[in-house]
């Protein structure tokens, strides 16, 4: 593929991003929905396994790394949810601020940074994810039936098809971006992908009608400067 569609994939990564990311803001049930997320990561993965090339394995330090970070990002994610609206927690999760949207921002450049890594190391884009979602995806299982098992089947009826759409949104959009980040500079599509700061803050005023001041038209430039700075220093 040319560089150009490449970067066009990351910034796909990036609205696919933002918009799973309202779906789980707007759920009734945050966690169930990114267990929901998961499973259909899991299908994904399951499906894809027998057709695709294995990891290499260089790659599965990467790969185990990449889950666990997952892990507390989604912890982290939806805790930060509970606590602000989409306009200010997902700029500036993914600006790195305060608090739980610090935590949160730093777990987005570690797993960016680690997947990157892997997938070079893999040799295999659908290799790599098949592999991560299925790690994932037991995971998020395994949690759910440990600490949410009676409420799974109600979930399932009312919201389980919201949960498999943002799930199906949310591999296509990382599929997008180990895609570029196979071939392309990791510094840039870091950056770029970044960029879902800016659709998740019109989501989230838009869409899940909050508020949109001043101070979070003056804070999300801030971040978007920033991302600037990165994409052009890299």
């Known amino acids: 593929m040319s560089a150009a569609l490449l970067y066009g994939l990351v910034i796909l990564s990036a609205i696919a991003h933002s ?46 790394l990449t889950a666990l970070i997952q892990f507390g ?18 700029p500036l999760a993914r600006g790195a601020a305060v608090g739980f949207a610090l935590a949160t921002g730093v777990s987005v450049a570690a797993y960016s940074f680690s997947s990157g ?14 592999c991560l979602e299925i790690v994932t995806g037991l995971g998020m299982v395994a949690y759910a039936l440990a600490t949410r098992r009676s409420g799974l089947l109600a979930y399932a009826r009312r919201h389980g098809a919201i949960g498999l759409l943002a799930g199906a949104i949310s591999v296509i959009g990382f599929l997008a971006f180990l895609a570029a980040a196979q071939s392309l500079p990791l510094g840039p599509v870091v950056a770029l992908r970044e960029t879902s700061v800016i659709f998740g803050a019109v989501l989230g005023t838009l869409v899940l009608k909050e508020g949109f001041g001043v101070r979070r038209i003056v804070a999300s430039g801030f971040v978007v400067g920033g991302i600037a700075l990165l994409a052009f220093a890299s």
Do not use: H
Not at 25 to 53: E, H, N, Y
Not at 121 to 130: C, E, K
């Open 117 to 130: 890594v892997g997938v070079r190391a893999a040799g295999t884009v659908l290799g790599f994810q098949a």
């Open 19 to 64: 918009i799973w990311n309202a779906l789980v803001k707007s759920a009734g049930d945050r966690t169930l929905t990114m267990v929901a997320i998961r499973v259909a990561g899991l299908v994904f993965g399951l499906c894809a396994l027998p057709f695709v090339d294995w990891p290499a394995p260089e790659s599965w330090k990467w790969l185990g």
């Open 73 to 90: 990002y989604y912890a982290l994610l939806i805790r930060s949810y509970g606590v602000g609206d989409m306009s200010v927690v997902y």
